[in-house]
């Protein structure tokens, strides 16, 4: 039986390569993700790193964590609160909900007018709204 897998030792080399291959990928294409989604980049500055990351992709990729690293992190960041804040927004104005404690007491007062409610109702509405 031929193979060039001799024993467990083999395994756990091959295996292990193969992890810092995935993760050696995992940062290339990381990279490239925040290089063209970076807006305040000029065409020709992406053009040169893109040609450093497609020509040597490994050593550009080291490059640019190093000289980029920082402001990727921000980018990041800045666009995930961008995103929570459309998301809340979106939720808002799907739910219909009102967003200051003057309207939430007044719908409940005005249930409380209406006879749909009764005082202590009110008052564990009101304070729900003033929390």
Known sequence: MDSNINGFGDVL?????????IAALMVWFRCLFDLFGDHTLSGWGKAGWALLLILVPWLG????????????????????KEMQAAQEQYIQQVAGTSTTPADQ??????????GTID???????KAKALA
């Open 13 to 21: 080399l091959w295996s292990f390569w193969f992890f810092i291959w």
């Open 119 to 125: 005082q202590s109702e009110f008052d564990t509405l």
């Open 61 to 80: 990729a080291l490059i640019y964590l190093i000289a980029r690293g920082r402001s990727m992190n921000e980018r990041q960041l800045s666009r995930a």
């Open 105 to 114: 007491i007044a719908n409940a007062k005005a249930l409380l007018d209406s």
